[in-house]
T-cell receptor, first 110, second 114 residues
C-alpha cells in the first residue's frame, strides 16, 4: 500500500544551521509529493510540492527534490530561523487523498 | 477570513454522548475532506466529498461516524456513542478539482472524550 516514513523528532538546531528532514515513501505509480508545515496554534499549510521525478519544490528557503530511484523527498534549508520552529509533515497524494507521515518537530534556538 | 473554518475549536464530551462538528470550506471549492489526527501522528484520511456526493470512506470510519454535505457547501461530521479512543483533532480541508489542486486545511476541532 501507500505510506510515508519520516524521521522522528524533535530536531533541535541553532539559528542559521543547515536543516535536513528525511522522508521516504512507498507507493504504486508516481504520486505527487508534498511538505506541509504546522505552526503552533495554526492549521496545516502547504510548504512545497513536486509532481514528478526530479522535480524540485521550493518555498521560503526550503527545498525538496522528488527522487524516484531512492523513493525520497527530503526537506532541506540552508539556514534556519527561530520562526521556522514548527511540525513538518511529508505527504503523498494517492487517488485524491493525502497520506501523511507522522511529522517531525523542529525547534530552532537563537 | 476566506479560509476553511471549523466549529467548534474544542469539544469535551462524556463517553457515550453524540457530537457533531461543522466545516465551512473555501466557497468555490467543490471538494471537502475530513482527516483525524491523534497525538504524535500525522493526519489520517476519513472521507471526502465532491459537491454533495461522498466519494470515499476510510475503513477508519466506523458505523458510529457519519458525514454529510447536503448542499455541497458546508459539511458536518457526527460521532455517535463517543468512546475515549475517539479523542483526537478532526481536520477539514477543501480543494478544487482537476490538475493537482492544493488542499487548504482548517485549524481543526479538538475532541476530548472523558
Amino acid at each position: 500500500g501507500n505510506s510515508v516514513t519520516q524521521m522522528e523528532g524533535p530536531v533541535t538546531l541553532s539559528e542559521e544551521a543547515f536543516l535536513t528532514i528525511n522522508c521516504t515513501y512507498t507507493a504504486t505509480g508516481y504520486p505527487s509529493l508534498f511538505w506541509y508545515v504546522q505552526y503552533p496554534g495554526e492549521g496545516l499549510q502547504l510548504l512545497l510540492k513536486a509532481t514528478k521525478a526530479d522535480d524540485k519544490g521550493s518555498n521560503k528557503g526550503f527545498e525538496a527534490t522528488y527522487r524516484k530511484e531512492t523513493t525520497s523527498f527530503h526537506l532541506e534549508k540552508g539556514s534556519v530561523q527561530v520562526s521556522d520552529s514548527a511540525v513538518y509533515f511529508c505527504a503523498l497524494r494517492a487517488t485524491d487523498k493525502l497520506i501523511f507521515g507522522t511529522g517531525t518537530r523542529l525547534q530552532v534556538f537563537p | 477570513d476566506t479560509g476553511v473554518s471549523q466549529d467548534p475549536r474544542h469539544k469535551i464530551t462524556k463517553r457515550g454522548q453524540n457530537v457533531t462538528f461543522r466545516c465551512d470550506p473555501i466557497s468555490e471549492h467543490n471538494r471537502l475532506y475530513w482527516y483525524r489526527q491523534t497525538l504524535g501522528q500525522g493526519p489520517e484520511f476519513l472521507t471526502y466529498f465532491q459537491n454533495e456526493a461522498q466519494l470515499e470512506k476510510s475503513r477508519l470510519l466506523s458505523d458510529r461516524f457519519s458525514a454529510e454535505r447536503p448542499k455541497g457547501s458546508f459539511s458536518t461530521l457526527e460521532i455517535q456513542r463517543t468512546e475515549q479512543g475517539d479523542s483526537a483533532m478532526y481536520l477539514c480541508a477543501s480543494s478544487l478539482t482537476g490538475g493537482d489542486p492544493e488542499a487548504f486545511f482548517g485549524q481543526g476541532t479538538r475532541l476530548t472524550v472523558v
